[in-house]
């Protein structure tokens, strides 16, 4: 009976923990609380488990329940509200923070998210009204505008657009070559002959024919004499023909009117447009790229951002686009690969155990006999008995030799009849991707401790860790060359410990056994390479006999115990490489890079380009007569005799873009029409699984209409994550602004995608 109440009693606190339970699990605004909360009400739910808090305030499951449920409402009413406010949707933003602040009106978040709301709604009437000056033609208050609004909201997609459509009017406006009209009236072939004319009345003759106006700086020597003769080349030609031989540049300052200045650094600081461009580097190291700026294009004013692996540049315009070429060239991905190692260690081991272990010893001496100890306590007598036959401890009287006899180690004779087998094979199969130049290592054994202690005077002793690695170490150094072929530097170590040594103070190391190799190999995308021959092989033969007798023949193998070991480890690794990526090999037969001459970088080459047999005669204005005679015929068109007008003739669309890209990134492609002129709307054809299409929007999936005017336009397409194998760009049609269909439209673009 008293067994049973000690057991209730120890029972009842569980019992009391169960009671306090099941009483918070049964309050109804609990219960309720969970069932709202299971059918989505979260606000509904949150008040009834905030009512059953304020009831039992220490309750400790219900109090959890509430702070639980009441976060995970309010998290997903912030997270949602932050999604619709990321898709435009202001209004369902709006209701979702405000939802969140009814079930918690304390928080931050949310009431910060409303004071944003108000922000972008502010915002999008700004933009909005930035958009209707942008029509006007307003560029100054269009940019004054946005850059008010990206002040206040760096991210917002819509005032970034806009900023970059203003980037492209303003750049046309301060970039009035761009003007088909300009374009043409530089086109123009002419037939040039003066002999010692000057200067300025050679570009008198320049500004009648072709209706473009010139500036002189004051510095520019007019009186300067000119000679040359030229037939049937561009007007634009002959005119950098003519700045070039004088030391002079230009600048264009208008639709049709340049300025002509001295080409002196002077006259280039005051005159000459620079401009700033960053480049944000993906693979290229930033420094590397900032050097090859400073030392092919000779830039100056070049600043690099290690943090953001950020490039920025100011230069002229031709040097620009020297800088590009040169940073395309250089930010390529790195090429990787695939290193697929196999390793097998197979050992083999034999053990002969065969005949008789004799004593080695026989003692003579006092033994130990059966003894009974008994000890009286206060609870009874205990007794405790010593078994007999063990060596007895002290020392021996010889002068008494009673109690003495001679003995043996037990057992007395053992008959050894063992033989033993063991085949081990040890299997590492690790696959590893690694950059090219760069270090991949393998390990797979164990790391063993080494204790170190140091004893410091007036310090005491301290003891430090360090630990040794057994086991199989592979290190792998692989440079991928162009032609898929993978170089690499293989080194192999297997260790293992062959004995513990114990060192002063005893400190403990270890003796461990090395088998290593190393070479330089050169293997194909995908061929595997045999590496064997680390060979382990060990025989061990020992024997233990009685001697004389045991080394009677035949029969002395009664008389002794002979025991043969062999033991034959090999080491076989087996690598393949894969190259996952790798940079394609430049044509080397693609014409160079021009880069201009040492006075200005990434100036366009100085030709002359030859034009048909329509010209335009420009002779100098009742000056010097030219070595063809005759009087001067100013705009007046020349026509060989017999020939026709020369129509510019279409070779066919050329399509222009980068012949690889990654997932995620943004392609542009060039579509061309040589000869042409006239404006069309040109059908591209692209696999809509592997692209989306930016810039402009698609018609269909797989399809965009882009207008092309002067001869070209440009598309943009964004690779799709995952998105990988060979793609294609084609144009399948054009149609002319008159609606008819333009003959020739085909072209097709390859892009590799990574």
């Known amino acids: 009976m008293q067994t049973r109440f000690d057991s209730a009693l120890k029972l009842g606190p569980v019992f009391l923990l169960l009671v306090v339970l099941l009483g918070g699990c049964s309050h109804p605004a609990y219960r309720d609380g969970l069932d709202y909360m299971a059918a989505g009400k979260k606000e509904e739910g949150v008040a009834s488990l905030e009512k059953a808090a304020r009831d039992r305030p220490r309750d400790a499951e219900i109090k959890a329940a509430m702070i639980r449920h009441k976060g995970e409402s309010v998290d997903a009413y912030l997270d949602d509200a932050d999604r619709q406010r990321t898709a435009g949707n202001l209004d369902a933003s709006e209701a979702a923070y405000r939802r969140a602040l009814g079930i918690d009106g304390r928080n931050t978040r949310a009431a910060q998210g409303l004071e944003q709301l108000a922000v972008d709604r502010k915002n999008a009437a700004n933009l909005a009204q930035a958009e209707q000056l942008l029509k006007k033609g307003d560029l100054l208050g269009a940019e004054r505008v946005v850059r008010t609004v990206r002040a206040q909201d760096p991210l917002n997609s819509l005032a970034r657009s806009l900023q970059q459509k203003i980037d492209v009017l303003r750049e046309k406006e301060m970039n009035p070559s761009a003007n088909p009209a300009v374009k043409a009236a530089l086109a123009k072939p002419v037939v040039l002959e003066f002999r010692d004319a000057t200067l300025k009345s050679v570009f008198e003759v320049l500004s009648r024919s072709s209706g473009l106006n010139f500036v002189f700086d004051k510095d520019v020597k007019g009186d300067t004499k000119v000679t040359f003769f030229v037939r049937n080349s561009p007007l634009e030609d002959i005119l950098n023909l003519i700045l070039t031989t004088n030391q002079l540049s230009k600048r264009q300052l208008n639709d049709n009117s340049f300025l002509i200045y001295p080409n002196t650094p002077a006259k280039a600081k ?12 993906a693979n290229a190291d930033v420094k590397q790229a900032q050097n090859l700026v ?21 230069d002229t315009p031709d040097a620009m686009r020297l800088v590009e070429r040169l940073i395309e060239s250089l930010d390529l991905a790195e090429p990787e690969v695939m290193l697929e190692v196999e390793v097998l260690e197979v050992t083999r081991s034999r053990l002969h155990e065969i005949g008789v272990d004799w004593p080695d010893s026989i003692s003579y001496g006092q033994l130990q006999s059966q003894l009974t100890t008994t000890t009286l306590g206060t609870v009874g007598a205990q007794s405790v008995t010593t078994p007999g036959g063990a060596l007895a401890a002290g020392f021996v009287d010889l002068r008494k030799t009673s109690g003495l006899t001679s003995f043996v180690a037990n057992p007395a004779i053992t008959l050894n009849l063992k033989g033993q087998i063991g085949d081990t094979n040890v299997l590492a199969n690790p696959r590893i991707r690694v950059k090219n130049r760069e270090k991949a290592k393998i390990h797979i054994g164990d790391k063993l401790p080494i204790f170190t202690t140091t004893s410091t005077a007036n310090v005491g002793v301290s003891a430090s860790v360090t630990y040794l690695d057994v086991g199989l170490k592979l290190d792998v150094e692989s440079n991928v060359t162009l032609d898929d072929e993978v170089s690499m530097k293989v080194g192999l170590e297997v260790s293992s410990i062959t004995k513990e040594v114990t060192g002063p103070s005893n400190s403990l190391a270890y003796q461990v056994g090395t088998r290593s190799a190393s070479t330089t190999l050169r293997l194909k995308n995908g061929e595997t390479q045999v590496l064997a021959g680390l060979i382990n092989d060990e025989e061990r033969k020992s024997t233990s006999h009685i001697p004389g007798l045991g080394e009677i023949p035949i029969i002395g193998r009664a008389f002794g115990s002979q025991r043969d070991t062999s033991v034959k480890t090999e080491i076989i ?18 014409p160079a890079l021009p880069s201009g001459t040492e006075s200005a970088v990434g100036a366009a080459p100085m030709t002359i380009k030859s034009q048909g047999p329509k010209s335009l005669a420009v002779a100098p204005r009742g000056g010097v007569p030219s070595a063809a005679g005759g009087a001067p015929r100013i705009g007046a068109p020349v026509a060989e005799p017999g020939q026709p007008e020369a129509a510019p003739v279409f070779a066919g669309f050329q399509l222009g873009g980068p012949a690889e890209a990654v997932a995620g990134s943004e392609v542009e492609v060039i579509v061309m029409a040589p000869g042409q002129t006239s404006a069309m709307t040109v059908d591209v054809a692209y696999d809509s699984t592997l692209f989306e299409a930016t810039q402009p929007a698609a018609a269909s999936p797989g399809r965009m209409l882009l207008r092309i005017e002067q001869g070209s336009g440009s598309l943009r397409l964004r690779v799709l994550p995952g998105a990988k194998g060979d793609a294609r760009i084609d144009v399948t049609g054009a149609t002319l602004e008159s609606g008819e269909p333009f003959s020739g439209a085909t072209a097709s673009h390859a892009i590799k995608l990574n």
């Open 294 to 314: 400073k030392t092919v294009a000779k830039s100056k004013d070049v600043f690099a951002d290690e943090k953001l692996n950020l490039l920025i540049v100011k």
């Open 270 to 281: 005051d005159y000459q447009e620079l401009v700033v461009r960053s480049f944000y580097l």
């Open 573 to 590: 690794l087996l690598i393949t490489p894969r190259v996952l990526r790798n940079i394609h090999r430049p044509d080397f037969g693609q």
